[in-house]
């Protein structure tokens, strides 16, 4: 049996998602299937990486490591074919704050920055709390998937639009963007002389069938105008030490990009280092069992809520471990539903409204916790739709 079904007693020890679900939704006893990471342990080599570094004893000030960077530039070479320099590479302390500052970097107050909506919420912070406007250029739900809607998006773009963040994969919706998508999107930003930020926190989290391709290798004419956000954390579930990496291919602007972050006083994290080094040269084989384990639950919740709760729709993902339901059918208000779910269901969800206008009707799911977990949480959900008679 796979280790991933253990049930990790996360309880008490200081879990944004186990412990502060009270705080966050102000409910007791809820089963949270909430913020994005996972009820699994990390891979042992991560372990024993991180044990050896703790045992060392000495935990001062860390240089970035070339060795690091190899293993970094290895995992986009093995994975996407995707060949940049060591240079390239930006170390930061994650991918919200490094998408902060490359909009404090590369673009001026009041400047338009475009977001495909409904999206991964801290997109819309990120943005207006450094005084810069929102755009949205909402996806299109075509076959029960996103799309990009490529005309209204050119016709949205005009002097005062310095950037576009992409999400990529998409969260909350699973896409895998093709390369078709991206290099149309690619040569409209191009025309533009837009600049994107590629979110590619969840590129590894494919489902079977579907293969990520980096934004900046789709058009080497545009590839110096993408900065790509990136982490093993989502990967490898180690949000909690704090690490991830900028790819900039622009000598220039990877110069610029530094010389705001040494404002910050933002360095390497001696764990993050370790554990990036060891995820990427010894954790692909957790990460297939991984997906395997994950594409099981999907077809879990999707058997189960197509036999018991069928006026609950799900948008078949195609990467990450989230799950994208629409509850339209129930006939509840966003609100309305909010409280059925947190008092009746005791289920914690993302709610579908913080990523855009767009989800009125969604929430998000996180398919990455044990069988036993999930199977107890679609319980509590099939308790309170036969309750109410839908």
Avoid at 142 to 147: A, V, W
Avoid at 327 to 353: D, I, M, S
Wanted: with cysteine; net charge negative; hydrophobic share 40%.
């Amino acid at each position: 049996m796979s280790h991933f079904n253990e049930t990790i007693n996360r309880v008490g020890t200081d879990s944004m998602k186990w412990d502060g679900a009270k705080d966050r939704f102000g409910q007791e006893g809820l089963l949270p299937l909430w913020v994005a990471d996972m009820d699994f342990k990390a891979p042992q080599p991560v372990i024993d990486a991180l044990k050896e570094k703790v045992e060392h004893g000495v935990y001062g000030y860390t240089a970035a490591s070339p060795a690091v960077n190899q293993s970094i530039v290895n995992w986009l070479t093995n994975r996407y074919n995707w060949t940049i320099q060591e240079s390239d590479i930006v170390h930061v302390t994650g991918v919200v704050p490094a998408i902060s500052n490359l909009i404090r970097t590369f673009s001026e107050e009041e400047d338009d920055i475009i977001i495909q909506t409904p999206v991964y919420y801290p997109f819309y912070d990120v943005i207006e709390k450094n005084n810069r406007n929102v755009v949205k250029n909402p996806l299109l739900l075509e076959d029960g998937l996103y799309k990009m809607d490529f005309d209204g998006l050119e016709s949205m773009i005009t002097e005062k639009t310095k950037m576009l963040i992409l999400c990529h994969p998409h969260n909350p919706g699973g896409r895998v963007w093709t390369k078709e998508e991206l290099s149309k999107l690619s040569s409209i930003c191009q025309k533009h002389n837009v600049y994107v930020i590629s979110d590619e926190i969840h590129a590894d989290l494919l489902f079977d069938g579907y293969s990520h391709t980096p934004f900046a290798s789709v058009n080497e004419a545009f590839e110096n105008r993408v900065f790509t956000a990136l982490a093993p954390t989502k990967t490898f579930n180690l949000a909690g030490v704090q690490g991830a990496y900028v790819v900039i291919q622009d000598p220039a602007l990877r110069l610029k990009y530094r010389q705001v972050l040494a404002n910050t006083f933002v360095g390497a994290n001696m764990f993050s280092q370790v554990a990036t080094k060891a995820a990427y040269d010894h954790g692909l084989p957790w990460l297939k069992e991984l997906m395997r384990y994950i594409q099981e639950n999907y077809s879990l919740v999707d058997d189960y809520i197509g036999t018991h709760m069928p006026k609950i729709q799900l948008m078949k993902p195609q990467g990450t471990y989230l799950l994208w339901m629409n509850f339209k059918e129930l006939g509840f208000t966003a609100e309305e539903r909010k409280k059925w779910l947190l008092e009746e269901a005791k289920v914690a969800l993302n709610h579908g409204p913080i990523f855009g206008e767009e989800a009125e009707h969604y929430e998000r799911m996180n398919l990455a916790t044990s069988r036993e977990t999930l199977m107890k949480a679609l319980d509590q959900l099939h308790r309170a739709y036969n309750q109410k008679q839908f």
